[in-house]
């Protein structure tokens, strides 16, 4: 058999050369589907500037964003935690808790520290409902983060910037983050449907900028 | 362009080279259809068809807690029992002088023929008798579904599936039955969901609002994964299956799967839901209870479809505790007739729908299922219709499961009209008196003859949870 799997291999090989880049759902079926826009390239770059970080002790793994906590940064980033608007950010993270993993003690079941697919897709459509809310209050000029007060979220010429950035990752954002958000604005933008109004098409980039950071760094504790 | 001589491999050459060509594919990083592409230009569609089959069953576990069991008793009833019921003797069987003995079984197996499913042929159930009663009614009970000491037979189960072929949401609990899974080496994490939450798993606020456009929804899912690598702890081996995670969720938040497996009209015809909503669900809970099991199987089925899922842990009956059921006899048979026509319409479903992990074929010929409860009641003693009684003789158990073909069928082990309880011998498939104090050995042969027939009849995968004597005498 040994002579026979060579080829086999080099076939393998020569597909694996073809997807060795980033892939996408298809979206070419849908009828307002544009072109997919080609992936960040610099998105694996690694920052030059940031601080080698060595491990002394155990490593410890990605545990979950407790329910709680995922509260608290919704809070802390101006999200208004009513739950009785309809269609909020609020809402979803009160109807979903069972979803998020909230301990349920009447059950004995204490919350997860590993979180599950269902939980952290229940997370990223809270923070999808938070980002329209954030925008939002942004463009009107009333978003008040208790974490960063008197930060602004997008700058005069509609740019994200760093501060605003660090405010919803809670961490210091770097250059790369900024780059990467700025393209995933115009890629948004670009594909927008030619008779969609460009504030609106701005409106939603700047929302998905806001969701994908947000979804990214609040992933683990 | 195929090559004779991959195409002509039999035996261990034969399957040496399918593993080999997977594990090269996933070293490559290529998926699944490409490899399988691959394979059926070189070698030939016979092989990639092989290959294309995952090596398990998709399962279902149906979980009769708070005394649901009972119910799936007047399906599939203890066969001396049945054929000696009268309309007065007081024994647990609806259709006292009309048992039927099924055909084709390897142990005797009876038919309530106004109620019992898989009448018309096909595959039929196997019953185990082995396990003990829980002390007290629990909705998510785990005696009768245990396949080694500490290792839950639905979480080995769930582990063998995971290891074979991942799924977006490998295993679903329903409450308030989820925690019956157990433990065991491998398990995915269960995600667990009330009944009404079952479809909203797959239903985001995010695909019906900022994500609703396609291209939207893709710019999200690549640019999150962009941000995600940007983390300082990306790349390190130990937060790699909770980034996977984080990936996985960032696809499925712009999805939107609900349209997708919400039952259809035409599957509710073919579980006989229009009779059982005509019926007014009002007036009484077993209604909902029926309703809610179709309505969850139709959900399991259809994300099994879609490759979304491979196990559900759905309650069945959970809580409805029929000790008066004999009092009401009319309402009692026509709710064990609807019990029947679901399962009957279950496996109907499944057999029109194609399997996504097995090209050509229906997942009808790769589904599993199990049915176990707490405390199943004494098929000899409804008191005239006053009350079923809970007790068991010898408080005996017992696990149903529907092996597809691959495990023998009929009961093994089973409850006579004089009281007397035989369990059986696992190696030989033969009777032998029940103990009462220690039903270990025959509850895990039960179970483990279920991860046989989910894992296609591989032996060495059954091993890995299941450390006890040959279960030859259950499996074909």
């Not at chain 1, 072109?35 to 770059?45: C, E, K, L, M």
């Not at chain 1, 700058?155 to 770097?174: Q, Y």
């Not at chain 2, 962009?226 to 696809?251: C, D, I, M, W």
């Not at chain 2, 008196?433 to 027939?453: G, M, Q, V």
């Amino acid at each position: 058999m040994d002579r026979l799997i060579i080829p086999f291999t080099l076939t393998l090989a020569a597909l694996a050369g073809c997807t060795s880049a980033p892939t996408r759902p298809p979206t070419t079926d849908a009828p307002d589907a544009a072109p997919a826009p080609s992936p960040p390239a610099f998105a694996q770059d690694a920052d030059a500037s940031a601080p080698t970080v060595t491990a002394l002790g155990p490593q410890h793994g990605c545990t979950k964003i407790r329910t709680a906590a995922l509260g608290a940064i919704l809070r802390s980033v101006g999200v208004a935690m009513d739950a009785g608007v309809p269609g909020s950010a609020a809402q979803l993270y009160v109807t979903g808790a069972d979803a998020l993993g909230l301990a349920r003690y009447g059950e004995r079941t204490r919350e997860p520290l590993t979180g599950s697919t269902a939980g952290a897709e229940k997370r990223d459509d809270v923070f999808v409902l938070a980002s329209i809310e954030i925008q939002r209050a942004s463009k009107l000029g009333a978003w008040t983060a208790p974490a960063c007060p008197g930060t602004a979220l997008f700058d005069a010429a509609h740019e994200l910037t760093l501060d605003g950035a660090s405010c919803l990752m809670g961490k210091p954002a770097r250059a790369q983050h900024l780059a990467i958000a700025h393209e995933l604005v115009a890629d948004v933008i670009a594909a927008a449907d030619p008779a969609e109004a460009p504030a609106d098409a701005r409106d939603r980039a700047e929302r998905i900028v806001v969701a994908t950071l947000l979804s990214a760094a609040h992933g683990c504790e | 362009m195929t090559d004779d001589r991959l195409k002509n491999l039999r035996g261990h050459g034969r399957r040496d080279f399918l593993k080999w060509g997977a594990a090269v594919g996933a070293v490559l990083g290529l998926d699944r259809a490409r490899f399988l592409d691959a394979l059926n230009d070189s070698a030939g569609s016979a092989m990639a068809d092989v290959a294309a089959c995952a090596g398990t069953s998709k399962s279902v576990h149906l979980v009769a807690g708070s005394g649901g069991i009972p119910w799936f008793h007047l399906l599939w009833p203890h066969p001396e029992v049945a054929m000696a019921a009268t309309d007065s003797n007081g024994f647990a069987f609806l259709s006292p002088g009309r048992a039927a003995l099924a055909q084709g079984t390897d142990r005797p197996l009876v038919y309530d023929p106004d109620a019992s499913p898989f009448q018309g042929g096909g595959p039929q159930m196997s019953a185990f008798l082995g396990a003990a009663i829980e002390n007290v009614h629990v909705a998510a009970p785990r005696n009768a579904a245990t396949v080694g000491a500490g290792t839950g037979m639905i979480a080995a189960i769930a582990a063998m599936q995971f290891a074979d072929n991942p799924t977006l949401l490998p295993v679903i609990g329903v409450e308030p039955v989820a925690a019956a899974v157990g433990v065991a080496e491998g398990t995915p994490s269960v995600v667990t969901t009330s009944a009404d939450g079952l479809l909203g798993l797959f239903d985001s606020a995010a695909s019906r609002t900022l994500l609703k456009r396609p291209a939207d929804a893709a710019l999200y899912e690549a640019y999150q994964k962009a941000f995600l690598a940007l983390n300082a702890s990306a790349g390190r081996p130990k937060v790699a299956a909770a980034y996977q995670t984080e990936k996985v969720a960032a696809h499925l938040v712009g999805q939107n799967f609900a349209a997708k497996l919400a039952p259809t009209t035409d599957q509710e015809a073919l579980y006989g839901l229009p009779d059982l909503l005509a019926n007014g669900m009002d007036a009484d809970p077993d209604h909902a209870r029926l309703v809610g099991l179709a309505r969850q199987l139709m959900v399991a089925v259809n994300a099994f479809g879609l490759g979304l899922s491979s196990t559900f842990i759905l309650p069945a009956m959970n809580g409805s505790d029929p000790h008066g059921a004999f009092g009401r006899l009319g309402a009692t048979r026509s709710k064990a007739a609807s019990l029947g026509k679901i399962v009957d319409g279950f496996l109907a479903h499944a057999r029109k729908t194609p399997d996504p992990a097995c090209s050509g074929k229906s997942l009808g010929e790769s589904i599993v299922f199990t049915v176990h409860g707490d405390i199943p009641k004494d098929p000899m003693d409804t008191t005239g219709g006053q009350d079923w009684k809970d007790q068991t003789p010898a408080d005996s158990n017992w696990l149903y499961v529907y092996g597809n073909g691959r495990l023998k069928t009929g009961w093994f082990g089973g409850i006579r009209p004089s009281g007397e309880v035989s369990s059986f011998d696992p190696t030989s498939g033969a009777a032998v008196p029940f103990k009462k104090d220690s039903p270990k050995s025959t509850t895990e042969a039960s179970a483990a003859a279920a991860l046989y027939a989910v894992a296609k009849g591989n032996t060495a995968k059954v091993a890995q949870y299941y450390k006890g004597p040959s279960i030859a005498g259950l499996v074909k």
